[in-house]
């Protein structure tokens, strides 16, 4: 059973193109429109590799119903609380000619004051489902992913942090900044911010040495992807460097779209965790799911 939380819902855009030439008009007939933010791109994922996992965020505004019934389309449990605040919109683009993915990111919209209490209160309802659904042979896990809307205070994510560490349950942290930092202290069994998310939270680019004292003092494990690039893990005193697969345009699986790869790792991994894998082989099974996502025009998917 899982728990996935993001704090900045999206309406996600997708849209293709032979080829953009600036200064006229583009146009194409080959769009999608997908409710997306990272935790909906790990929740979509975790779904379709046959997991229940429960989504919580904050909604508002007259996109909403839009929001949920694209939700309801993919088969995806969305638990929310009214945020007063309107739902952004992000779009990626596609260019067949030099097979470029390019994101723009509207920023959110602030919550109102009342958001926080809301989204704590079904906070705590949630972990207490969570404890009363796990099995006895497993851990629930709660995944935290991206950044939070503007409105939030700083302490809204350390908080569930902390909640869900007191109840026992196995916390995997896609975040970066002060967020991150400040939930380190109550230590998230995973966190897995990509390597300029860590670079530019930390202040400096890691090391072996650094990882693993960082590992030792939080009790947590590390993963840090970069894309296409090799990823630097952590567990305890072992250090890893992974390579990733190569996935080639012109291969069987073709690179189409890599808006969601992230999520779609870090629910791989959440995925094999659950069925007992050790790290490496949950890592392994990240990568497989973000290169499956790769392959899809449709982000945060991998079927």
Not at 64 to 72: G, H, I, Q, V, W
Not at 203 to 228: F, V, W, Y
Request: glycine share 6%; aromatic share 6%; charged share 25%.
């Amino acid at each position: 059973m899982f728990l996935t939380i993001c704090l900045n819902p999206t309406i996600q855009k997708t849209l293709r193109f032979p080829s953009i030439t600036p200064n006229t008009v583009n146009r194409t007939a080959s769009h999608r429109l997908d409710a997306s933010g990272k935790g909906i791109n790990v929740t979509r994922v975790l779904t379709q590799l046959g997991k229940k996992a429960v989504h919580l965020t904050q909604l508002g505004g007259e996109f909403r119903p839009l929001f949920l019934s694209l939700c309801e389309q993919d088969g995806l449990s969305v638990e929310w609380v009214e945020s007063n605040s309107e739902i952004r919109f992000c779009y990626t683009v596609l260019t067949e000619n030099d097979n470029k993915v390019t994101e723009l990111v509207e920023e959110s919209e602030s919550v109102t004051p009342e958001t926080e209490k809301r989204i704590l209160d079904k906070y705590n309802l949630l972990l207490s489902d969570l404890l009363c659904l796990s099995a006895p042979v497993r851990t629930s896990s709660v995944i935290m992913s991206g950044t939070k809307a503007a409105g939030y205070s700083d302490a809204v994510i350390p908080t569930m942090v902390r909640k869900a560490k007191e109840k026992g349950l196995r916390v995997i942290l896609d975040i970066k900044g002060n967020d991150l930092i400040e939930s380190l202290k109550y230590e998230p069994d995973v966190i897995k911010p990509n390597l300029d998310e860590f670079t530019a939270t930390f202040k400096t680019e890691p090391n072996k040495d650094m990882l693993i004292e960082l590992a030792q003092k939080h009790k947590c494990r590390i993963i840090l992807t970069n894309g296409s690039r090799k990823i630097f893990a952590v567990e305890k005193d072992n250090y890893y460097e992974i390579d990733v697969p190569v996935v080639k345009a012109n291969s069987a699986l073709a690179v189409q779209n890599t808006t969601g790869c992230g999520d779609a790792f870090t629910a791989g991994f959440a995925s094999a965790l659950d069925e007992g894998a050790d790290f490496t082989a949950a890592i392994n099974e990240g990568m497989r799911c973000g290169a499956l996502n790769a392959g899809l025009e449709r982000p945060g998917a991998i079927r």
